[in-house]
């Protein structure tokens, strides 16, 4: 059983046993007043018993919904701490008070009566309290991984920018690889992919760290890949029959019969958050401009040796 789910029955449980006792002792109370009209003992029960039911009532309430929030998981010890210190707390407020009617009054009447309902209240407003803190706490704990993803995703960016740069000064197909592939390894911590040319029916691989899957095979994959949106992240299950992991294809850039796919492989329960997703995009974008480039230079280069 779920640690909130024990923590919730235990709250509940003791909403249900003071609940329990307040009824007891409500009964208890009225007879101890002695013969009494109807109007008389309800009045006597609304006003003495009714608002103390209430009070054991709501940590039952308490108990159950504590049991069914997965935020306040890591904090029930320090609740159920606040409810069992407020409890003795109030406990001991009762004691001090029954003392002091024994000194001053020489009786104590009704002291059972005033304690049990100060334990219950203890109880109630220690877990109440300590439901807040435990909110106050999960709040920090949220702005602190907010801050920390913020912190990382700046730190990604400010990759992405310096691997702009590098791919702007790529001079060759083999430095835009090594780029990409690099890149990859660096935001989303893939360290198998490939990167393939392909030029009409002829599959190159440039570069590649995949080892279970033979350049034959992941040419073939590219060449599936070469109809999707350029510089878009598709992920797909099982597109290899080797492997059951799932398949990241990007292409990289596309002129008439020729392209550039960018491959890796992922977990099959691996996730990514989206903008990380985003900027891998503009990592592949960034790489789609330095290929036409590069392929710009070669081409007049070819038409200056030919002329």
Known sequence: MEARKIYGVGLAAAGVVLTGIQLI?????????GPLSAPDQLLAFGFGTVPFLLIGLSLVYVGYWLGTQLRYEPFLGQIVGWGVGSTVLFAAVGALLLFNQQITLNTLEQG???????????????VLVGVYDARGRARKQELERERNRIGTFAGKAADINNYGRELNRAGSIEE????????????????????????????????????????????????????????????????????EDRLLSMLVTAHHDSAVVLLAFTGETTTFADEDIQLVELLISHAGTALDRVHGLNSSMAEEASS
Do not use: H, P
């Open 25 to 33: 002792q409500g009964r208890q109370q009225l007879q101890d007043m």
């Open 112 to 126: 059972q009566y005033v304690v049990m309902n100060l334990v219950t209240v203890g109880a109630v407003v220690g």
């Open 176 to 243: 835009v690889s090594a780029l990409c592939i690099e890149g990859l390894q660096t935001l989303l911590g893939l360290t198998e992919t490939g990167f393939v040319v392909i030029d009409g029916a002829e599959q190159t691989v440039v570069n590649s760290t995949i080892v279970t899957v033979d350049e034959e095979r992941l040419g073939a994959v590219a060449a599936n890949s070469t109809e999707q949106d350029r510089a878009t992240v598709e992920i797909r299950d099982k597109e290899v029959a080797e492997r």
